[in-house]
């Protein structure tokens, strides 16, 4: 993940009171981040939405099968990320 787009991310969970960002008396270039009392509320429920969604996207899978799905998307990603940083580069991209 690139740094604009960490950047946003985070925004946004400040945003929503996720986490907060402080100073860091040490180096003030840097922010530390912490969990708010209202992410660590709702972090049980999006962990276990989390763990119910992907029981269900994998349901009637073999052991097999989804290492091999992980495997796929893994290379994908990296294909993705790839491509990414070359463009970031100022890389043209050939259609």
Not at 11 to 18: A, P, S
Not at 58 to 71: F, K, M, R
Not at 72 to 80: A, D, G, M, V
């Amino acid at each position: 993940m690139d740094k604009s787009t960490a950047s946003r991310a985070i925004n946004q969970l400040v945003e929503k009171n996720l986490i907060e960002k402080v100073e860091d008396i040490g180096n003030k270039k840097n922010k530390l981040l912490y969990v708010t009392s209202h992410g660590k509320e709702v972090y049980p429920i999006l962990n276990r939405e989390l763990h119910y969604s992907t029981q269900v996207a994998l349901s009637g899978l073999n052991a097999l099968e989804i290492t091999q799905i992980e495997s796929l998307l893994e290379r994908i990603s990296q294909n993705i990320v790839d491509n990414w940083i070359d463009v970031k580069k100022g890389k043209k991209r050939i259609y």
